[in-house]
């Protein structure tokens, strides 16, 4: 059998012994095929509850002869031997548990998936049981004085102690057994990595908000706008001019904000005052430049249409014919004016 459908039928068997449907957990368990140790100790286990003591006897031995050192196996199997009758088979299987015990006083299951933990006394406890039933008192008084050396938790001494006492009495007391339901369960990594996953998710269906669109893909198409919104220009610096057009044909010092004005470029004289000074606009922004730095020059608009850009007329002046420089030093800046270049 695959071990998908090996570890499906084992959790389901789990499953329903947890709910109490011990039926349900014995055919799940018997569904797989060469079952190893511990499905044939699940196997025993529900036999046992369900009271059919031979088949749970014939899969106690079907889990020893799986796994020769399982130590809780010749327990279950000698606590079914015992029930059946058959004492000194009983004996000899609590006396292979204790050996496979290996000098410890307890093995913890847990890490096989098994919630149980069998103890050296505890085997003890049965074994002196055993010598009790065949009559055998004084071996029975070594083995619980031998286990009460070997207990490991309170109650164990109080077993042990009425134990010792019914052995006095030569009377016979119940032996120790797995509580029911304790059985072998899968690992639960390994059942989560057998699971299907989905790792792509489900597909989702788009669908476009557009009329009769046949579009697949990622995303549905938009419908268009009826009156989409222009998308802004880039800004227009000779748009609705004012003031008389002149170039600068020299370079000024940048002002206390970074601004200057460069060779070639044109600025708007709003006004020029007595101390040979313009008040220009230059960029949408006012500022003073001397006014032997400025030359007149005539723009005209680029279309009819009144785009706001404005261009130099080709024929009176073009960059190329700029004059040299005057030889005549400019005029000192007023103390009023001053570090206030375009602002």
């Not at 084992?10 to 140790?37: C, M, Q, Y």
């Not at 046992?48 to 010749?74: C, P, S």
């Not at 083995?143 to 052995?167: F, S, W, Y």
Request: proline fraction near 7%; charge should be neutral; charged fraction near 25%.
């Amino acid at each position: 059998m695959a071990l998908v459908e090996l570890m499906r039928h084992w959790s389901e068997g789990v499953a329903a012994a947890e709910n109490g449907d011990w039926s349900s957990a014995l055919r799940s368990f018997a569904t797989i095929t060469e079952p190893r140790s511990k499905i044939c100790f699940n196997i025993g286990c529900c036999h046992l509850v369900l009271g059919d003591l031979q088949k749970a006897e014939e899969a106690f031995t079907l889990t020893i002869e799986l796994d020769k050192h399982l130590a809780v196996g010749y327990f279950q199997r000698g606590f079914v031997l015992f029930q059946k009758g058959k004492f000194s088979l009983a004996l000899q299987d609590w006396g292979r548990a204790y050996t496979e015990m290996r000098g410890n006083q307890l093995i913890d299951y847990k890490i096989l998936g098994l919630t149980f933990k069998l103890y050296s006394c505890e085997i003890l406890h049965n074994i002196a049981l055993a010598h009790a039933k065949e009559g055998n008192w004084t071996k029975a008084e070594e083995n619980v004085l031998l286990a009460l050396k070997q207990k490991v938790e309170p109650r164990h001494g109080t077993k042990l102690d009425k134990a010792m006492e019914d052995i006095l009495k030569q009377k016979l007391f119940a032996p120790l057994k797995i509580p029911q339901g304790r059985i072998f369960q899968p690992n639960e990594r390994l059942v989560e990595q057998l699971e299907k996953k989905d790792y792509l998710g489900k597909a989702l269906v788009v669908a476009s908000v557009v009329d009769k669109d046949s579009f697949s893909g990622f995303a549905p198409l938009q419908p268009k706008a009826n009156n989409p919104p222009s998308r802004p220009k880039t800004p227009e610096i000779l748009k609705d001019p004012t003031g008389e057009p002149h170039r600068v044909f020299l370079s000024l010092p940048q002002d206390s904000r970074g601004n200057a004005s460069l060779p070639g470029n044109i600025v708007f004289v709003l006004n020029k005052c007595e101390d040979n000074w313009a008040t220009v606009v230059f960029n949408g922004r006012k500022g003073i430049v001397p006014c032997n730095y400025l030359e007149p020059v005539e723009l005209r608009f680029q279309s009819a249409q009144q785009t706001g850009v404005l261009s130099e007329d080709q024929s009176p002046h073009k960059q190329s014919d700029v004059p040299a420089p005057p030889a005549d030093t400019p005029p000192g800046l007023p103390k009023s004016l001053k570090g206030q270049f375009f602002y």
